[in-house]
């Protein structure tokens, strides 16, 4: 299943061959190891892809049985950064989308896919939660700028759903008004109670490229799916922002009204703000 790994990592959904390796890979599941099923449920989480072949590919509940199977009868859980742990967070990626798709499929009249066994389940989702998230100065210096804004902000939440949001919002108008900052007070009051900033480094996008991968692509509508006004914060946006001041002050306060311009968009948009960058 490199194939689909290797699109899907990329951010490239082309339908039609996705829909052609769903039908091959549904004959093929008595073949794969424990990475490539966890590889294909990812995959195809992150394409997101329409289509009969979905069902036929995760509808009959034998893509679950053989996650129970093959993966969920190894033992390897406790150890961090193992091939094993990456397969459980994948699959749990795969269960985030299962049941979005499910909720619609029900919602239309249709049969929900089955999940992944609860035990497993419940696996998947607590090594997924268990990643810690390591704040880099790029993520500090927003987080500075929120709480200028007069922003309370918190940093690297973990969620039901079992994400890292790097910096979660809480509108404060009392500390708009504290920072001198009327306007962004108004945006406090209007802003959703869930709001997300994702601080997206080089890493979230291909290799010198303004194209977010695969795994940002997911994460940024999983986050949206789950009810967050999501803020992602490129790392080229935010270089960009401060490129023409010459002094730190200036470069601060450019960034500033950069930063305002985002919480604006997402005070009237909610979580339809767009990803600015191809995600």
């Not at 329409?50 to 009959?60: I, K, Y």
């Not at 994460?219 to 967050?228: D, E, V």
């Not at 922002?241 to 601060?252: F, G, L």
Request: charged share 20%.
């Amino acid at each position: 299943m490199g194939t689909a790994w290797a699109y899907a990592a990329l951010g490239y959904s082309a339908p039609a061959l996705f829909q052609a390796l769903a039908r091959e890979s549904r004959l093929r599941l008595p073949e794969l190891s424990a990475q490539g099923l966890a590889n294909l449920g990812w995959a195809f989480a992150v394409v997101d892809v329409q289509g009969p072949e979905m069902d036929l590919l995760f509808g009959d509940g034998h893509f679950a049985e053989r996650c129970h199977l093959v993966i969920g009868k190894e033992k390897a859980y406790g150890t961090e950064g193992s091939t094993h742990m990456e397969h459980l967070r994948q699959l749990h990626q795969w269960e985030l989308w299962r049941q979005a798709r499910s909720q619609a499929a029900v919602a239309a009249g249709h049969t929900a896919w089955p999940p992944l066994h609860e035990k497993l389940r419940a696996t998947c989702h607590r090594v997924f939660a268990s990643r810690k998230g390591r704040p880099s100065q790029f993520q500090r210096q927003v987080l500075e700028t929120a709480l200028s804004l007069g922003m309370d902000a918190e940093e690297e939440v973990i969620i039901e759903e079992g994400y890292s949001i790097d910096i979660v919002l809480t509108p404060s108008p009392e500390g708009a008004a504290k920072h001198g900052a009327p306007g962004t007070a108004d945006q406090a009051h209007s802003l959703q109670s869930k709001v997300a900033i994702e601080v997206d480094g080089p890493s979230h996008f291909l290799y010198r490229s303004q194209r977010p991968s695969g795994s940002t692509v997911l994460k940024r509508r999983q986050l949206r799916g789950c009810g967050w006004t999501l803020i992602p914060v490129p790392f080229f946006e935010w270089s960009a922002a401060a490129q023409r001041p010459k002094t730190k002050k200036e470069q601060a306060a450019a960034q500033r009204e950069y930063s305002a311009g985002l919480l604006a968009r997402a005070s009237s948009d909610g979580r339809m703000i767009d990803d600015r960058s191809g995600g």
